[in-house]
């Protein structure tokens, strides 16, 4: 009940004492049985509250984006076409592609084969590197025509949503990363199923976010 | 777990890259006016969140989970659907 | 004792929300703040009313310095969660003590502005631009202690707080990433009244603020006294 057992240290503040071990621990409730529900969470059920959480976000974005349009339909078709759509079509493509990588990464890594899931995220983050490429040179080539995030309310929403959207992929990669270090190590699925999972889930949603993007700033706009 | 992939990802992924290359096609087909361009636009949507369902679904694995955190992600996709067929169309 | 300390600042964090808003709905801050595209004369006569305004503003900066104690208690919980080396735990005390900063000296300009509602027009719309912008624009004290919360919890062996509540955070930070927009835009969505900057950062920021509050009692509710472990040890 009391934490007599702990490390007694008279130097240091009260509440720096205590090991840091985990015996220790007093009992949290998270440690009382849950009631179990049918189905696999994959990563760990905090982690979609992110998830839902950010693509509420976006999707909030677009509806106002989409909201903005009704105004000026014309004038967004017009914007919409200065964009280079092939470019947004590769990225699209090259995301899924990632995404593709990422799932057989997950497989790879829960059957053990940590050579080839090594491989398959190093795809993954390669991806994420044509990704980021294909969108620098097309916000250049955006700068250069005259367009920027002043350019009136489409190119606003334009920029806003392809930045953040890019924020997310280089956290994503970063992230990547991370995984790659544990395939190096071989840390072995117990204890990496949840974050391997939800690494992968998040770099799921970086494509999903893109692929909704893509239809509605790309070719919706521009019908 | 054997980790084996299951055909079904291939194939879920096969038809992504299918899918966008039919919505694609659907943009430029440009220089639409009138009901055309809003059933246009509304394929166009209504594959582009067909698409985030099936990432979902297979890619996240979301078809294992429990049902309230899959029944969140398909609220989501529906209801941003809808919005932005009824924000292009009406 | 302790813990009855630690209660309180916990609750402190609820608090400065319902202390915050009810101040600013006399001031007549909320429903409808003054935009970047209010008019001169919009920004005037919202200062002629300066009793109210004044009163209203003083309530909202006692509440916002209730997030100081729920601060602490979060650092409290941040040092079981990281031992012997807290470096995240004081992180989050000193960014969490710029934001209390960064929410008070804002609102007690816009207090001074209500000081002299005779002055000239010209002085009072840039007081008012300088404190709404000096208002919505830091983010970074606000992130990084988002983010030392959010890494410390996922961390912690012990699960002190409910991991969701980590996810929440980094969720929250997230939300914040906009509000520089607020320099580039005079109306429209990312202007700083806009539905993405004010809108969006004070419900994510409500939030953060109630679910810390909230989780963090029930965390003091279910550990142990800390005075009765200080009085064993002492007699140990």
Redesign the interface.
């Known amino acids: 009940m009391t934490h007599a057992q702990a490390r007694i240290d008279p130097d240091l503040p009260e509440f720096l004492w205590g090991s840091d071990s985990v015996e220790d621990a007093p009992r949290s409730a998270s440690l009382r049985p849950t009631k179990t529900?049918?189905?696999?969470?994959?990563g760990e059920?905090g982690l979609?509250i992110f998830i839902?959480g950010d693509?509420?976000l976006f999707?909030a974005l677009?509806?106002v984006f989409?909201?903005e349009?009704?105004s000026d339909p014309v004038a967004f078709a017009e914007s919409s076409?200065q964009l280079i759509?092939p470019i947004g079509?590769a990225n699209?493509?090259v995301l899924?592609v990632s995404?593709?990588l990422?799932?057989?990464a997950v497989?790879?890594?829960?059957?053990?084969?940590y050579p080839q899931a090594r491989r398959l995220v190093g795809g993954a983050v390669s991806c994420a590197a044509i990704f980021a490429g294909l969108k620098a040179f097309e916000y250049y080539s955006e700068i250069s025509a005259g367009h920027t995030p002043s350019s009136g309310t489409f190119f606003t929403f334009y920029f806003v949503l392809t930045g953040l959207h890019l924020l997310h992929v280089i956290v994503g990669t970063a992230l990547l990363l991370a995984w790659q270090t544990m395939l190096t190590r071989q840390r072995p699925?117990t204890e990496s199923q949840k974050v391997a999972?939800g690494i992968?889930?998040y770099w799921?949603?970086v494509?999903?976010l893109w692929?909704?993007i893509?239809?509605?700033v790309?070719?919706?706009s521009?019908? | 777990?054997?980790?084996?992939?299951p055909r079904r990802?291939?194939m879920v992924?096969a038809g992504?890259?299918i899918a966008?290359?039919i919505?694609?096609w659907?943009?430029?087909e440009?220089k639409?006016t009138g009901p055309a361009?809003g059933m246009?636009?509304t394929l166009?949507?209504l594959?582009?969140?067909t698409?985030?369902y099936f990432?979902?679904r297979?890619?996240?694995?979301?078809r294992?989970?429990?049902?309230?955190?899959?029944a969140?992600?398909n609220v989501?996709v529906g209801?941003?659907a809808v919005?932005?067929i009824a924000?292009?169309v009406i | 004792m302790t813990k009855r300390i630690l209660t309180l600042c916990a609750w402190a964090g609820p608090a400065t929300v319902v202390i915050a808003l009810i101040g600013w709905l006399i001031a007549g801050v909320l429903p409808i703040p003054l935009g970047s595209e209010s008019s001169v004369d919009n920004v005037v006569n919202f200062y002629s009313h300066d009793t109210r305004v004044i009163a209203g503003l003083v309530i909202s900066t006692l509440g916002v310095c209730l997030v100081f104690p729920l601060i602490a208690v979060i650092g409290v919980h941040m040092v079981k969660m990281e031992g012997r080396t807290p470096i995240l735990t004081f992180l989050q005390l000193i960014t969490g003590a710029a934001t209390g900063v960064c929410l008070l000296l804002p609102l007690l300009l816009m207090t001074t502005i209500a000081f002299r509602p005779d002055r000239s027009p010209e002085l009072t719309v840039t007081l008012n631009d300088i404190a709404w912008l000096l208002f919505i624009t830091p983010i970074a004290p606000f992130m990084i202690q988002n983010v030392a919360i959010g890494v410390a919890i996922l961390n912690d062996k012990r699960q002190t707080l409910p991991r969701w509540v980590g996810y929440v955070n980094f969720w929250i930070a997230f939300s914040f990433i906009p509000d520089p927009l607020a320099f580039f835009f005079h109306s429209g969505p990312f202007a700083w009244r806009g539905i993405f900057i004010f809108w969006l950062a004070l419900t994510t920021y409500s939030v953060f603020l109630i679910v810390m509050g909230l989780t963090l009692r029930k965390a003091i509710r279910e550990s142990a006294d800390p005075d009765l472990s200080a009085v064993a040890a002492t007699l140990a």
């Open positions: 529900r049918p189905g696999h969470t994959p059920a979609w839902l693509m509420t999707a677009l509806i989409l909201w349009r009704r076409h759509q079509a699209t493509l899924v995404s593709y990422v799932v057989r497989f790879a890594h829960r059957g053990g084969r699925w999972e992968g889930s799921h949603m494509d999903l692929v909704a893509f239809a509605l790309y070719l919706v521009a019908e | 777990m054997n980790g084996a992939l990802v291939t992924f992504l890259i966008t290359c919505t694609w659907l943009g430029s440009s639409l361009l246009a636009a166009t949507i594959i582009a969140f698409k985030v990432i979902g297979d890619f996240m694995e979301l294992c989970a429990p049902s309230g955190l899959r969140a992600f989501w209801a941003v919005a932005a924000l292009v």
